[in-house]
């Protein structure tokens, strides 16, 4: 299995989008400006945003995945074929290489509130492999299932619990969950195949989300809790993927539509929201991640362009229009 580091779609810089003032910290958006601004939830109350741009060494590009509630944020830095995975402390500004498990690609994916780090590393046979990075320990694998050389992880919640996918002997990609037990096989892939399945997100209570495969070859978003699956559907389309969940069960998916196009939607445990996307940015919507208010984070994508989206309040705006001047 070799790695496309997709946990993320690239744009050309990293920055960490915060909440000004008391309040839940956003998740990390992609995007290329530096900007301070706000929007206006209703005419009596405005919240504002502050991007804060991550740097890079020179000629390096970098892509932002996730980040804790204390505004810490991970993610990788890129040039020809070498990646290096970076943790940003928000307090003081700095930035550290987490390291490597030997080769020359490592992408950290995600960090809880103790400051666990999560993602995959090239070692030195090429094998890509999921890890954790824990500050007195640096970075270990974690393995893979039996008869597998590569694995992946996406995300990790306050407990420590670790999801992914890894490589069994007969399939490249199958839902995985990473502990102190070793590698366990989520159950949720319903044959052997170069499809990717795996987990994307893990919650407090131990929900896990991501993508499975159906025996008519499409993939679908799915629920994993108290070992009952869920398949979530699509929008009309034939493929859906969910990409985050909160403490509250809301789950944040993207799924093709009856046009062909995607669509960015929500998931609240009863019903679907479809959340469209941004006018003039309307060829594909993206769902990345949901904090604990249900407000939502995504990007939405022209021919030529995308935008990187805050969803909250039954309304899409634009981060981009909240330039400071």
Same mark, same amino acid.
Request: glycine residues 14%; hydrophobic residues 35%; proline residues 2%.
């Given at each position: 299995?070799?790695?496309?580091?997709?946990?993320?779609?690239?744009?050309?810089?990293?920055?960490?989008?915060?909440?000004?003032?008391?309040?839940?910290?956003?998740?990390?958006?992609?995007?290329?400006?530096?900007?301070?601004?706000?929007?206006?939830?209703?005419?009596?109350?405005?919240?504002?945003?502050?991007?804060?741009?991550?740097?890079?060494?020179?000629?390096?590009?970098?892509?932002?995945?996730?980040?804790?509630?204390?505004?810490?944020?991970?993610?990788?830095?890129?040039?020809?074929?070498?990646?290096?995975?970076?943790?940003?402390?928000?307090?003081?500004?700095?930035?550290?290489?987490?390291?490597?498990?030997?080769?020359?690609?490592?992408?950290?994916?995600?960090?809880?509130?103790?400051?666990?780090?999560?993602?995959?590393?090239?070692?030195?046979?090429?094998?890509?492999?999921?890890?954790?990075?824990?500050?007195?320990?640096?970075?270990?694998?974690?393995?893979?299932?039996?008869?597998?050389?590569?694995?992946?992880?996406?995300?990790?919640?306050?407990?420590?619990?670790?999801?992914?996918?890894?490589?069994?002997?007969?399939? #490249?990609?199958?839902?995985?969950?990473?502990?102190?037990?070793?590698?366990?096989?989520?159950?949720?892939?319903?044959?052997?195949?170069?499809?990717?399945?795996?987990?994307?997100?893990?919650?407090?209570?131990?929900?896990?989300?991501?993508?499975?495969?159906?025996?008519?070859?499409?993939?679908?978003?799915?629920?994993?809790?108290?070992?009952?699956?869920?398949?979530?559907?699509?929008?009309?389309?034939?493929?859906?993927?969910?990409?985050?969940?909160?403490?509250?069960?809301?789950?944040?998916?993207?799924?093709?539509?009856?046009?062909?196009?995607?669509?960015?939607?929500?998931?609240?445990?009863?019903?679907?929201?479809?959340?469209?996307?941004?006018?003039?940015?309307?060829?594909?919507?993206?769902?990345?991640?949901?904090?604990?208010?249900?407000?939502?984070?995504?990007?939405?994508?022209?021919?030529?362009?995308?935008?990187?989206?805050?969803?909250?309040?039954?309304?899409?705006?634009?981060?981009?229009?909240?330039?400071? #001047?």
């Amino acid at each position: 299995m070799k790695s496309s580091f997709r946990a993320g779609r690239v744009w050309s810089l990293a920055f960490l989008c915060r909440r000004r003032g008391p309040g839940v910290v956003l998740p990390a958006l992609l995007g290329s400006l530096l900007f301070s601004g706000s929007f206006w939830q209703s005419a009596q109350a405005q919240t504002r945003y502050k991007i804060i741009h991550i740097p890079a060494p020179d000629g390096c590009n970098s892509t932002a995945l996730g980040l804790n509630d204390h505004a810490d944020v991970v993610g990788f830095c890129y040039q020809d074929e070498e990646s290096n995975a970076f943790l940003y402390n928000y307090n003081d500004g700095t930035i550290e290489d987490i390291g490597s498990l030997g080769g020359q690609a490592t992408a950290a994916t995600a960090i809880n509130n103790a400051n666990q780090i999560v993602g995959y590393s090239a070692d030195s046979n090429n094998n890509v492999l999921a890890f954790l990075y824990a500050q007195n320990q640096g970075i270990t694998s974690l393995g893979t299932l039996t008869g597998g050389s590569n694995s992946e992880a996406f995300a990790i919640n306050v407990s420590g619990q670790i999801v992914g996918d890894s490589q069994t002997e007969g399939d #490249t990609h199958r839902p995985a969950l990473f502990g102190g037990d070793g590698v366990q096989d989520l159950g949720v892939s319903t044959k052997d195949s170069d499809t990717l399945k795996t987990a994307y997100g893990v919650n407090a209570i131990g929900q896990i989300v991501g993508r499975y495969d159906l025996d008519d070859g499409s993939t679908h978003a799915f629920l994993l809790a108290s070992g009952h699956l869920t398949d979530l559907g699509t929008l009309g389309g034939t493929g859906s993927e969910a990409l985050g969940i909160n403490q509250n069960g809301e789950i944040v998916c993207d799924s093709e539509t009856s046009n062909g196009s995607t669509h960015a939607f929500v998931f609240n445990g009863s019903y679907i929201r479809d959340l469209g996307t941004l006018n003039g940015f309307e060829k594909a919507g993206f769902a990345r991640a949901v904090n604990a208010s249900g407000q939502i984070v995504g990007e939405s994508d022209s021919d030529s362009q995308k935008r990187a989206f805050v969803y909250t309040n039954g309304k899409m705006f634009d981060l981009t229009h909240w330039r400071s #001047t």
